[in-house]
């Protein structure tokens, strides 16, 4: 759940805010004020959260 904040929010410009809203469920709050068409800003996030997954650090057998 940080791993996908972290993207989220870097996917975000400075006047949008991304939340936490449950286990599982993430709020984007875009700022329509701040200009411009939504569509890159969804695309964005899209793109953000279909990106390949690490599985954390591999650890070696003993």
Do not use: H, N, Q, Y
């Not at 400075?14 to 709020?27: H, K, L, N, P, Q």
């Not at 004020?33 to 695309?43: K, L, M, Q, S």
């Amino acid at each position: 759940m940080i791993e996908l904040a972290s993207r989220l929010a870097s996917s975000l410009r400075a006047s949008d805010t991304v939340a936490r809203f449950g286990a599982d469920e993430f709020v984007a709050c875009v700022d329509e004020g701040a200009g411009g068409d939504i569509e890159p800003i969804v695309r964005r996030l899209l793109a953000t959260m279909a990106a390949p997954w690490g599985t954390g650090p591999k650890r070696s057998a003993r």
